[in-house]
């Protein structure tokens, strides 16, 4: 199911478990996705994509929230793109969008907000909502500090990991 968040920005969620993926294209041209959802969703996905007349192998950037599996088991639809997660994340150069460490659910969540849009994988969710810390990749000494930080962000969408 495809919503349509903001001009620029749209997320596709699916009928089986998996994250959200999300979509938009920059004022340069270039093509960002946010997150690959589960195999089990691969076939949803790529209709999503059809839809919106994007080309999987025409995206130019891929960038995880965590490696989670249920966020990166499609990462291969984006076959050309160049991927991005907390190790290289910093190599990442997109106008507006500043990236933020916030280890907790795992040690290796990120967040990004572009413009009013905070993308938060699953540190945030909806209706106050957190991620889980109780998994072994979990870091729950953190959660707290990161979820402060989150909070403390000027953003008007919340674009969470999973609705
Ligand atoms: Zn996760």
């Known amino acids: 199911m495809i919503n349509i968040i903001s001009d620029e920005i749209s997320q596709m969620c699916f009928s089986q478990f998996g994250s959200c993926v ?4 920059l ?7 946010i997150d690959t959802s589960t195999k089990k969703n691969k076939e949803e996905l790529l209709e999503d994509l059809d839809k919106l007349k994007i080309d999987p192998a025409s ?8 490696t989670h599996w249920d966020h990166v088991e499609n990462a291969g639809v984006f076959s050309n793109a160049e ?22 659910h795992t040690f290796d969540s990120i967040a990004l907000l572009y413009k009013k849009f905070l993308f938060s994988g699953d540190t945030l969710f909806h209706g106050s909502g957190i991620g889980r810390r109780d998994l072994e990749e979990s870091e729950p000494e953190k959660m707290d500090e990161s979820l402060a930080l989150l ?3 000027d953003y008007d969408v919340l674009c969470p990991g999973h609705v």
């Open 151 to 153: 909070r403390g962000l």
């Open 83 to 104: 991927i991005f997660n907390n190790e290289n994340i910093d190599d990442l150069e997109i106008e507006g969008m500043k990236v933020f460490r916030c280890p907790g």
């Open 27 to 33: 004022a340069d041209g270039r093509k960002v996705i």
């Open 22 to 25: 999300y979509y938009f294209k």
């Open 59 to 66: 995206v130019d950037t891929l960038i995880l929230t965590h």
